[in-house]
């Protein structure tokens, strides 16, 4: 009797992807296919659900019920394609689709503050020192290293030194006037 107790019992039943699963998942992709993005075809959605099926065989092998195993499925698939129109809704919004002629899309686009033609506009219009503060701004020049008992320069005194400009000069707040105005 203490050997028979001693022996480990192994589990009846384990998912396998048969003709149940198959033919609930067809029928869903069937009447969801629509909320996903154009690009994903019936057999790939196939593929993807049979590797949701795989994850979670792997994932939960104490579910040893059939009906509760079929319901994580079912969760798991149903919870892929809400991702998946989420996702198109927000690409929806993001992307434009462009008119036949793309000339006739950007007529008129300089007036937007997203535009970097816009900030270029804006850029060519201010005067030659601050278009060399704004060159000194975006090198890549390394700092002097300071001692510690010199005080600390912030971007206007730096640009003011190197530009032979006045001290008490700030051309990064002249420029921020000049670009928001």
């Not at 394609?81 to 006739?104: I, N």
């Not at 201010?126 to 701004?137: A, D, G, T, Y």
Request: with cysteine; proline share 6%; charged share 35%.
């Amino acid at each position: 009797m203490l050997e028979r107790l001693k022996k480990r019992e192994r589990i009846a039943w384990s998912p396998k992807w048969g003709p149940d699963y198959i033919k609930w998942t067809a029928a869903f992709i069937r009447d969801n296919k629509w909320r996903v993005d154009r690009i994903h075809d019936v057999q790939d959605l196939m593929q993807d659900a049979w590797l949701i099926f795989d994850k979670i065989s792997k994932t939960y092998p104490r579910v040893t019920d059939p009906a509760n195993f079929f319901g994580l499925y079912k969760r798991a698939i149903i919870n892929k394609f809400h991702d998946r129109s989420c996702t198109k809704t927000r690409r929806g919004k993001v992307e434009v689709t462009l008119p036949e002629d793309v000339a006739d899309f950007f007529i008129g686009r300089i007036g937007e503050a997203g535009n970097a033609g816009y900030a270029a506009a804006l850029i060519n219009e201010l005067p030659e020192e601050m278009k060399l503060v704004i060159q000194h701004m975006t090198s890549n020049e390394s700092r002097p290293r300071r001692c510690r008992s010199q005080p600390r320069e912030n971007l206007s005194m730096r640009i003011c030194r190197s530009m032979g400009l006045p001290e008490g000069r700030d051309p990064v707040k002249e420029l921020k006037e000049l670009l928001t105005a």
